[in-house]
């Protein structure tokens, strides 16, 4: 017999499972679950940053080659291997790549390179480096903030040394953890004797290694000072992470050589691309790549492999903010989808009670939009004064360069720039094409109304505010010149022009008066283009890390009257979502980007998606909620700090994280259980703490705020009042977890059939109950969800052995995703319930579904469906339908509580609640629902004269129906 060629992965994902790779979990290690993730119905796995990162390092974000597979994980031999594994199975594989950052530290060669060259280095335009700080002891200099303490503290403690190796016969300077490298000719003679010349153990010897020091192309400083001084764009305000010029096309070209090359030779089917908005060019970076992936297609196609390779963007959306229509991509990675979802599951009564509740403990009557705005200022004046200032400067420069604007100062200027800032409504504009699109004025005008509102009467604040809105337009000078016009797209076009020099400087020169004109004349327009384009630049790599250090990594931790609605992506102003508005998204989705990821669950979450969706059934019972939580902040021992506003964030993280195995009966006898939850429990506060910055934060920790606040956890483990208030604690989560386990599977059953590619985040199949990282990466137990999906499944198909890492895997196996089972329902028992098997039976008979009709979830329309009776308003149903074949979805909403029985072994009396509500069915689907079947629970429904379908009879057995034509 003719051997059977292996299947070909779509270009575009049924489903996607993202993997986070590290030194403990590998290429190789990820090859061992291709059989479990092909039987579960996954087409493409999907990996964190496979670039060579830093030693040790756990996310790979902080990348030293992007010209080579990690090998910490493998190297791209294992790479292939793995890619041969995953296409034997009919997958492939999607990669997270880095363009906006690498690591700062001396291991990177490039990064290494402009250390010891300066600007003179051929990397030194790799990175967004200003070599004409304003401070002179930068110029021609790079700040680099490692020492632990100021500086001649360090030197004089011996923290800094001139080391020779003998071996390699190379010198070098040992700081902060790294081996920093010596400009060539600034230490010359015999090493041995320059050492020990340099020794920081006398006084002479610390003045000749300060001068040796003095002499380098950096300048070692203590890491405090980097806020005030960095002057080099960093990934947000981390200063181990250096920003990336890829708008440059020689560095587009080196940065993507490895990932273009693997796309080519169809080791990588497509490509996700980390935090867009800090690209000087977004618009201009996702052309240019999607045009370097079609000119790959030829390659591909000839090897079988089929082209226009998937490519999503992470990139957080506001309310109401719709993704740039001409961007070249497929959509986002579904951290809006993951917003919507867990606002729809919210109830909306809840929202006023709740935010009283919170208002009363933490003593602060302003409402959400007012405490972002406090937070955005803390962070412009204490995390990004330098970023903050050197866009300050740049639009000094242009006021400079007009006779009209020049006794515009820097101090009003920044006064001005400051209100505008801390009001901007979304994470950027991207006026990089000729100017503002109609979105980016609508945001425009949405920030300036708010920043008059903050500015009051001030009349000339508001004539500069003005101007400085004109200024940061995108568009030319006023005389409106071909020149000008050239050099202001010139940076933003589809192929951008390549600096002049290596050297060019990426920020703005800060003198004014060293601009040609600037005392006596206008400036040349093409001279004025040039500084727009930079202040425009600057501008919209600013408002990015402040959108999200302020909201995601401060107000989300310090304001908390539900945490659920805390969560990456979410608006702290929309607590929940109408069901019409819901739908009226996904039909939008459909229309504009029907292959977008949608995400349930990521490595960056704040909690699992099952922690949220528990605690998201606090939102159905508020007062009974406040009530309890309100006696439970007093029980908490001992009495002082914290604040009963953190006291209650613990208490919520308690209840939301709070494991299905741990029996409040029985702590006594789990001790080891009950100290593995509390650690991860104090892990969390400590991140929260800290990140909310009102009592410590990570720059100055208050060790008696902290301690106090970790001695509430510890009191809960010791015996008599403590282990007490834990059992009620406990006791009470697991009398909603019922309630939390149906909303789950209304948010899974949502991810995987509305418009879009349903996204698996690792260990996200059985239920998750994650808190923040480093909880939500902690390693997955294969060997258990292998065991599950084969006992809930017998007679599939699960080939090679994914328990064992160090077995050999059958390469050529390939399990029959698209055996339907539909016969055979999905367990529904108590059992099922608590280990997480019915999650995972639904996923998959869910894309085994996909993968039977693949037309109806790409291509078909999204049509919701009416409900009628008591129980309409908690009835979630639609039809995803194409070519004469259609699939029928009903779950249900804001009513949890009353269908908890559903995971308790009581289905009948769970089912009784929708008595009397019915589902009407379009005409058509009607007259043909002998071909529908239900493949969670195999039978036929049955439907009234009316066309309409009984819920009673529909949700018999579980919360969910999905129902396909045969």
Same mark, same amino acid.
């Given at each position: 017999m003719k051997p059977v060629a292996p299947p070909i992965a779509p270009s575009i994902p049924r489903a996607t499972a993202r993997l986070q790779l590290h030194a403990d979990f590998t290429l190789d290690d990820a090859r061992r679950q291709l059989p479990y993730y092909a039987a579960l119905g996954v087409s493409?796995?999907?990996?964190?940053?496979? @670039?060579?990162?830093?030693?040790?390092?756990?996310?790979?974000?902080?990348?030293?080659?992007?010209?080579?597979?990690?090998?910490?994980l493998g190297g791209e031999s294992a790479l292939r291997k793995l890619a041969d594994a995953a296409r034997a199975h009919g997958m492939g594989l999607i990669a997270d790549i880095v363009p906006n950052h690498m690591a700062a530290h001396a291991s990177n060669a490039w990064w290494a390179d402009v250390l010891r060259l300066g600007r003179q280095s051929a990397q030194a335009g790799t990175f967004d480096i200003n070599w004409d700080a304003p401070d002179p002891l930068l110029r021609g200099k790079v700040l680099l903030p490692v020492l632990p303490d100021p500086y001649s503290e360090t030197l004089a403690a011996g923290g800094i040394r001139l080391v020779h190796d003998a071996q390699s016969g190379t010198s070098y300077i040992?700081?902060?953890?790294?081996?920093?490298?010596?400009?060539?000719?600034?230490?010359?003679?015999?090493?041995?004797?320059?050492?020990?010349?340099?020794?920081?153990?006398?006084?002479?010897?610390?003045?000749?290694?300060?001068?040796?020091?003095?002499?380098?192309?950096?300048?070692?400083?203590?890491?405090?000072?980097?806020?005030?001084?960095?002057?080099?764009?960093?990934?947000?305000?981390?200063?181990?992470?250096?920003?990336?010029?890829?708008?440059?096309?020689?560095?587009?070209?080196?940065?993507?050589?490895?990932?273009?090359?693997?796309?080519?030779?169809g080791v990588l089917d497509g490509l996700r691309i980390d935090h867009i908005d800090g690209l000087a060019s977004p618009g201009a970076y996702l052309r240019r790549l999607r045009?370097?992936?079609?000119?790959?297609?030829?390659?591909?196609?000839?090897?079988?492999?089929?082209?226009?390779?998937?490519?999503?963007?992470?990139?957080?959306?506001?309310?109401?903010?719709?993704?740039?229509?001409?961007?070249?991509?497929?959509?986002?990675?579904?951290?809006?989808?993951m917003d919507q979802v867990g606002a729809l599951l919210h109830a909306p009564q809840a929202q006023a009670p709740l935010e009283q509740f919170w208002t009363s403990l933490s003593r602060d009557a302003r409402d959400a939009p007012a405490q972002l705005r406090d937070a955005r200022h803390r962070m412009l004046a204490r995390h990004f004064p330098s970023e903050r200032l050197a866009l300050v400067t740049a639009l000094a420069r242009i006021a400079h360069?007009?006779?009209?604007?020049?006794?515009?100062?820097?101090?009003?200027?920044?006064?001005?720039?400051?209100?505008?800032?801390?009001?901007?409504?979304?994470?950027? @504009?991207?006026?990089?094409?000729?100017?503002?699109?109609?979105?980016?004025?609508?945001?425009?005008?949405?920030?300036?109304?708010?920043?008059?509102?903050?500015?009051?009467?001030?009349?000339?604040?508001?004539?500069?505010?003005?101007?400085?809105?004109?200024?940061?337009?995108?568009?030319?000078?006023?005389?409106?010149?071909?020149?000008?016009?050239?050099?202001? @797209?010139?940076?933003?076009?589809? @192929?951008?022009?390549?600096?002049?020099?290596?050297?060019?400087?990426?920020?703005?020169?800060?003198?004014?008066?060293?601009?040609?004109g600037a005392d006596s004349a206008d400036a040349p327009d093409s001279q004025q283009a040039e500084a727009r384009t930079l202040a425009l630049r600057r501008f919209q790599q600013l408002t990015p890390p402040l959108a999200a250090k302020a909201l995601e990594d401060t107000l989300f931790y310090r304001r908390g009257p539900l945490l659920s609605r805390n969560e990456v992506g979410s608006s702290p102003t929309r607590f929940t979502l109408p069901l019409e508005e819901f739908h009226a998204l996904c039909a939008a989705r459909a229309r504009t980007h029907p292959h977008a990821m949608l995400a349930t669950a990521t490595h960056d979450h704040k909690r699992g998606e099952d922690t949220r969706a528990r605690l998201a059934v606090l939102s159905e019972i508020p007062d009974e909620w406040r009530r309890t939580a309100d006696g439970?902040?007093?029980?908490?021992?001992?009495?002082?700090?914290?604040?009963?506003?953190?006291?209650?964030?613990?208490?919520?993280?308690?209840?939301?994280?709070?494991?299905?195995?741990?029996?409040?009966?029985?702590?006594?006898?789990?001790?080891?259980?009950?100290?593995?939850?509390?650690?991860?429990?104090?892990?969390?506060?400590?991140?929260?703490?800290?990140?909310?910055?009102?009592?410590?934060?990570?720059?100055?920790?208050?060790?008696?705020?902290?301690?106090?606040?970790?001695?509430?956890?510890?009191?809960?483990?010791?015996?008599?009042?403590?282990?007490?208030?834990?059992?009620?604690?406990?006791?009470?989560?697991?009398?909603?977890?019922?309630?939390?386990?149906?909303?789950?599977?209304?948010?899974?059953?949502?991810?995987?059939?509305?418009?879009?590619?349903?996204?698996?985040?690792?260990?996200?199949?059985?239920?998750?109950?994650?808190?923040v990282d480093p909880d939500n990466r902690r390693p997955v137990d294969y060997a258990e969800r292998a065991a599950l999906l084969a006992e809930s499944n017998p007679s599939g198909t699960l080939e090679g052995d994914a328990t064992d890492a160090t077995a050999p895997l059958q390469e050529d196996a390939r399990p029959d995703v698209l055996a339907g089972h539909v016969d055979t329902p999905i367990a529904t028992d108590a059992q099922a319930w608590r280990s997480g098997a019915i999650k995972q039976s639904l996923i998959q008979r869910a894309l085994g579904l996909r993968a039977r009709h693949p037309d109806v979830f790409r291509l078909g329309d999204y049509t919701p469906l009416a409900a009628h009776g008591p129980r309409a308003a908690n009835v979630i149903a639609y039809l995803r339908r194409h070519d004469g074949r259609c699939v029928l979805v009903v779950a249900p909403r804001l009513c949890a509580m009353a269908l908890a029985g559903y995971a308790q072994g009581k289905p009948a009396q769970a089912a009784a609640y929708w008595e009397g509500t019915r589902v009407k069915l379009p005409a058509d689907v009607d007259a043909d629902m002998d071909a529908l079947r239900d493949v969670l629970s195999g039978r036929r429904p049955s439907v009234n004269g009316a066309g309409e379908l009984a819920l009673d009879q529909l949700l018999r057995d579980g919360p969910v129906a999905l129902l396909a034509t045969e």
């Open positions: 493409h796995l999907y990996l964190s940053p496979i @670039t060579q990162a830093k030693a040790g390092s756990t996310h790979g974000y902080d990348v030293i080659d992007h010209q080579r597979v990690s090998d910490d040992e700081a902060g953890g790294q081996q920093l490298p010596l400009t060539p000719g600034s230490a010359t003679g015999d090493p041995a004797t320059l050492c020990a010349a340099c020794d920081p153990g006398s006084a002479a010897g610390q003045a000749r290694l300060h001068a040796l020091l003095e002499r380098q192309h950096y300048r070692l400083a203590w890491w405090r000072t980097a806020p005030d001084l960095i002057n080099w764009r960093r990934f947000f305000e981390i200063s181990e992470l250096v920003g990336v010029r890829v708008e440059d096309e020689a560095v587009f070209n080196a940065v993507h050589a490895l990932v273009l090359r693997l796309y080519r030779e045009r370097a992936m079609r000119e790959a297609d030829d390659a591909r196609s000839q090897a079988g492999l089929p082209g226009e390779g998937y490519l999503v963007i992470e990139k957080i959306l506001a309310d109401d903010e719709a993704l740039e229509p001409h961007w070249p991509t497929h959509g986002t990675t579904g951290y809006d989808f360069m007009d006779a009209r604007t020049r006794d515009w100062t820097q101090p009003a200027i920044d006064r001005v720039l400051t209100a505008l800032l801390a009001a901007f409504p979304v994470y950027r @504009t991207y006026a990089e094409d000729g100017g503002r699109s109609p979105a980016d004025t609508h945001w425009c005008r949405i920030a300036l109304d708010q920043a008059r509102a903050a500015l009051g009467d001030a009349s000339a604040d508001l004539r500069l505010l003005d101007q400085l809105d004109h200024w940061l337009g995108g568009g030319t000078p006023p005389s409106e010149s071909a020149t000008a016009a050239t050099s202001a @797209t010139s940076t933003t076009s589809a @192929t951008p022009a390549t600096p002049a020099t290596s050297a060019t400087p990426a920020m703005p020169a800060p003198a004014a008066a060293a601009i040609p439970w902040i007093a029980r908490l021992a001992p009495p002082g700090p914290p604040t009963p506003a953190d006291r209650y964030l613990l208490l919520q993280s308690l209840v939301g994280a709070w494991p299905l195995s741990l029996s409040p009966d029985r702590l006594s006898e789990q001790p080891e259980a009950v100290a593995d939850f509390l650690g991860r429990i104090a892990q969390w506060q400590e991140k929260a703490l800290r990140e909310a910055k009102l009592h410590t934060s990570w720059t100055d920790p208050n060790a008696d705020y902290e301690g106090a606040a970790r001695r509430c956890i510890e009191a809960l483990q010791q015996p008599g009042d403590g282990q007490a208030l834990l059992r009620d604690i406990g006791t009470w989560a697991l009398k909603i977890a019922p309630a939390g386990l149906v909303n789950s599977l209304t948010q899974t059953v949502l991810r995987n059939t509305v418009p879009g590619v349903p996204d698996l985040y690792q260990g996200a199949d059985l239920w998750d109950f994650s808190l």
